[in-house]
């Protein structure tokens, strides 16, 4: 069972990050591993007279990086989750840059459940940034150690040695990884310290990060023999589809009818299912030989419930309540609590103070959830796709009533994730399923059924106050974001306090403590607990900053010009870069100079003060994306054309500039900056839902519309040129497209927008009021 070892969750998140990135500091060991060598990190502390024993006999957990074989193909373990955005092929070349590598002979594999990888979870942005020191360390302590081999095979001196595509030459002699490996006897450890002390390449040396290269994973999903959790059979098994009781939580199954289903051929039975983890109450699951049988046969089971407190709850109910939880000054935590908060109030000159509200939104990831799950010799194997395998294993034990130890999570790539198989509460009916009938069971969700009980982007509720002095100048700011919370839900204990001692769910209100400085500034988090009652909050791309920089950048906005301050002059007035924002960190090298620089290119690239067509507007927005210790410097300019008669707003442009540090993968990384723009365009001007009677209105794509590809906007993505170390990718530009499309259409017809997402009724309305 893979437990969260080494990982303490209660740290805020740079020193959580910084725990993962404390794994390179251990020692490395270097041994021989049936054919081949294997080279892994070992356990703090950890001493082995013989590393090719401790490689044989698995000693080396907790974690194990890379294998090279005597044909020197070199296999490249993955433990991030595949889902469409290419983290194994951007992993295995910081490995394999360092190690000086033929990219033709890199390999990548993903990891099954084992305590030896350590902390598994897959989102926030944070693969490549976490993983770039240590696999950097891995890579070169690999390639010293076959130089120093190759030395002594060729019988030269190490120092008169160089590694470059597999081989290792001095002079006229070389030889290639692969005879090193059939013909050396490397075994081998470095302590941490020399791990540590290990040079890295500068980035002027650098030949596979940064340059262009095709991503591992495509070929087998272009060809169909990429297998997602959708396509996991096992012999004997049966399929399986929910029937969903009418709230999420606390229903109670009363009676089960299943007369009518008896009819369908394959239908085998229904039952309610007993779950000790009380993360699937009341859900009964119908039994087939078939899916589609399952999926019929659940049709005609009537099931009766109690249902849960939250079977009235409206989408309404739960904004209001965040208003009033917004309202009332003494509740929530303190993100940020700057002296002279009501001082600066007191004494401004004037004040702005508005309210943003954003409306649930919905994962739909392509593939609808599954999970294929049996027990096997003692364990309990679950196949499924899965983004945060670490957060459901304990789970499924305690569903199971089993040991940690008895229950292993296999691989499979995502069609889709987004944020939401983090939670992965759809492994646990199927566990449950499998124990119940004594067989292996395929559970799959119709669309329907996944959307329902998806675990939504949380409607919010944010006030934003401002405070200004003589001739405008900012003296002070005050941010409150009000919505449910999933960490709370899900995982409390990864909740760090705020400045007066209360937790907060740093997911959910992160980007408000932003690199603008405002003088005294206060920023508070609110738990909408309404919401929490209701559904299972997510983590749905972004989290967060795709609120609070809707919020954030419509409100900057809204002062430039009540300031009579052009937005993007009114920006770099607060982006100086000084005190707390000039970047004291190895990762924020710069501070806010450089979200200033992805402003001034961005405005530049798009013309901005030039003359544009009537009721068309360029509207700007920017974001560090998604942690202060891990800034993705962001800046969009969105350009709209209005259709003052039906309210219709037409997305033309899309310009993105971004400062994201070293780019590891360029393909890849453009690839995750366009999704996440489009992401942002259809959160802000196409999709969202609303809750009524405890479930969202809804449930399948007829009325559920993102983005088409009619509505597909020109993209001009620009990333600045950098050494400094890399950032993630996969979330921050989803942040500012809202907010910046907001601001076009106030700059095209005057009329602004304070909730996402956008709707014409809403633009209309707003323009009457003009």
Known sequence: MTKLVDIDLAKPQKDIAEDVVQLSRRGFLIGAAGAGFTLAFLRPGAVFADPAAAVADRSFEPTIWYHIDHDGIITVNIMRAEMGQHVGTALARIVADELEVNWDSVRINAVDTDPKWGLMVTGGSWSVWQSFAMLSQAGAAGRTALIEEAAKLLGVSKESCKAQNSVVSSGSKSISYADIVRKGNITRTYSADELKAMPIKKAADRKLIGTAAKAIDIPSKTNGTARYGLDAEVEGMVFARPKLPPTRNGCKVVSIDDSAAKGIKGYIKSIALEDPSDTVPGWVVVFADSFVAADRAADKVKVVWTSGDAAKVSEKDILDHGRKLVDDAKGGSLVVADDGVEQAFAAAKSKLEQIYTTSTVLHFQLEPLNALAFEKNGIWEIHTGNQWQSLILPTLAKALAVGEDKVVMRTYLLGGGFGRRLNGDYAVPAALASKAIGKPVKLVFTRPDDVRFDSPRSASVQKVRMAFGDGGRVIGMEHHASAGWPTQVMIPSFMPKGKNGEPYDPFSISGADHWYSVGAHRVRAISNDLANNTFRPGWLRSVGPGWTNWALESFMDEA????????????????????????????????????????????????????????????????????????????????????????????????????????????????????????????????????????????????????????????????????????????????????????????????????????????LKALATV
């Open 560 to 763: 430039a010009h009540s300031a009579g301050i052009d937005p993007v002059k009114f920006r770099l007035s607060l982006l100086d870069a000084k005190g707390k924002n000039s970047g004291d960190d190895k990762s924020a090298v710069g501070g806010a100079a450089r979200q200033a620089n992805v402003v001034k290119r961005a405005a530049e690239k798009a013309g901005w003060g030039g003359v544009l067509p009537i009721d068309t507007g360029l509207g700007i927005a920017t974001s560090f994306g998604q942690e202060r210790d891990m800034p993705t410097w962001t800046a969009c300019v969105a350009r709209v054309k209005v259709d003052r008669k039906t309210g219709v707003v037409k997305l033309e442009k899309l310009i993105v500039v971004i400062d994201a540090g070293t780019i590891v993968h360029p393909d890849g990384a453009l690839a995750q900056v366009e999704g996440a723009s489009l992401w942002g365009a259809s959160m802000a001007l196409h999709e969202g839902t609303e809750f009524a009677n405890g479930q969202v209105k809804d449930t399948n794509l007829n009325t559920y519309t993102p983005l088409r590809m009619r509505d597909v906007p020109e993209m001009d993505i620009e990333f600045i040129a950098s050494s400094e170390s890399p950032v993630g990718l996969g979330e921050p530009a989803t942040t500012v497209v809202g907010p910046a499309i907001g601001n076009a259409i106030f700059a095209a017809i005057g009329a602004r927008l304070r909730h996402l997402p956008i709707r014409a009724d809403a633009v």
